[in-house]
């Protein structure tokens, strides 16, 4: 791909300005201009991510790295958007920004020959393939969350039916609960035949 021959140096400028608009998607003004100016990543982990990711992202997307090199890079962004509460639309919208921000920074390039816009729209397919790749990032990250609530939900259902003495738990029977009158009644019928043998 030739796109380091197309945007050349406005590449940084881009970048810039992706994370301004990133930042933006946030709600508050107060909100946009603390991820924006404050640079301990610590106080500031959110606009650190950004000011880290975003560049390197555009980097790998100019630079014509594969999907799992970019998907990998996308990550921590992605793993941040998918525990705020953004619509899966809300979370992954931004990586559409970088085809505006392509028409910003080429002005009248684009025009100027066939080549530079048939390298444009091989950017915009590229965007695509990154926004398919954040959506899925996006996806599995909320499918871990949710794992995670219904796990504790199980768990803590389990320990207040063990408490009341309705259902135990066993484990060698490869299933979660079972009704405890039913396990009583398999450890008795176990127990009577262990008995019959040993007779």
């Known amino acids: 791909m030739e796109f380091k021959a197309l945007f050349g140096n406005s590449r940084e400028k881009m970048a810039e300005r992706w994370i301004t608009l990133v930042a933006g998607t946030y709600p508050a003004r107060r909100s946009q201009s603390f ?17 880290t990711v975003l560049p390197e992202v555009l980097k790998g997307l100019v630079e014509g790295l594969g999907d799992e090199e970019l998907e990998k890079l996308l990550d921590p962004l992605i793993r941040i958007r998918a525990v705020q509460e953004f619509t899966p639309k809300e979370a992954v919208t931004f990586v559409f920004y970088l085809k505006d921000l392509a ?60 408490k009341a003495d309705i259902l135990c738990e066993v484990e060698n029977l490869g299933v979660d609960i079972l009704p405890q009158r039913i396990f009583r009644k398999m450890q008795k019928d176990a127990a009577e035949k262990k008995e019959a043998i040993t007779n």
């Open 103 to 162: 028409r910003e920074a080429l002005g009248s390039k684009i025009l100027e020959d066939k080549k530079n816009q048939s390298l444009l729209y091989a950017f915009d397919k590229r965007v695509d393939d990154l926004s398919l790749i954040a959506f899925s990032l996006y996806m599995a990250c909320r499918e871990q969350i949710w794992s995670f609530k219904s796990r504790h939900v199980v768990e803590r259902s389990i320990n207040l039916l063990e």
């Open 35 to 51: 991820f924006l100016n404050e640079k301990d990543p610590f106080a500031n982990p959110v606009g650190h991510t950004l000011r």
